[in-house]
């Protein structure tokens, strides 16, 4: 099954820096990549995602790349700001259907004023 | 707005108990997944469904079953709770390929 790999397990910045959290997957028939934010004490909540036919989308201050050769995609946070502490989860899946998602372990950002 | 909600934000109970932890969706998603979240595991899938009646193991389903009567709701029931079952357990349900998640269920087994 798949496989998703998620780097670095914790990240602290300052407040203005940039971050990049970044995954690997192993099923080269995925084709969905979505993002996931959970505050402390609240629910996961998507972000951004990507579809494989894409190589970069961007939301404002976020944006997400993806390189299927090398099957892997990353979350670029630009300007971070206190709020965007949280975990983030990268997932990754085969797509519409009866697809599942597979979650890497996520990435601790704390982002100092 | 998709509305997910689970039955209890804490539950504790004993060893060897019979569990049930309950969800319920507002919006007709045929989907719906039970994960556990633990610390430095990421979200883990325990069992899913596509349609009512219908379930799928997930990659962790060992101690646990699920069934769904109706649309809505799907129930994850622990047959006999053990303290490794002392988790986060979050519920979503979905329509395509975008999981809502619901506020998740702290169970402690002493």
């Known amino acids: 099954g798949e496989n998703v790999e998620q780097h670095p397990s914790t990240l602290s910045v300052q407040e203005g820096d940039s971050a990049v959290i970044k995954c690997t997957y192993s099923?080269?028939?995925?084709?969905?990549f979505p993002w996931y934010k959970q505050e402390l004490g609240k629910r996961p909540q998507l972000i951004i995602d990507i579809r494989s036919n894409v190589g970069e989308k961007k939301d404002q201050r976020i944006a997400v790349t993806l390189n299927k050769t090398a099957k892997h995609f990353s979350l670029h946070i630009t300007e971070t700001q206190p709020e965007d502490s949280a975990v983030y989860f990268c997932?990754?899946?085969?797509?519409?259907?009866?697809?599942?998602?597979?979650f890497g372990k996520g990435t601790m950002l704390l982002v100092s004023p | 707005d998709v509305k997910v909600t689970q039955s209890s934000r804490y539950l504790v109970k004993r060893t060897g108990e019979k569990v049930f932890l309950e969800c319920v969706q507002d919006m007709d998603h045929e989907n719906m997944f039970w994960y556990r979240q633990d610390p430095g595991l990421g979200l883990r899938l325990i069992y899913f469904s596509y349609d009512v009646k219908m379930k799928e193991k997930g990659d962790i389903p060992e101690g646990y079953s699920v069934s769904r009567e109706k649309k809505e709701r799907f129930s994850l029931i622990l047959e006999s709770a053990s303290t490794n079952q002392t988790s986060m357990y979050l519920c979503a349900s979905s329509v395509q390929e975008t999981q809502y998640f619901g506020p998740g269920t702290r169970l402690l087994v002493l």
């Open positions: 997932a990754a899946s085969k797509g519409a259907g009866y697809s599942t998602l597979t």
């Open positions: 099923d080269s028939a995925s084709n969905y």
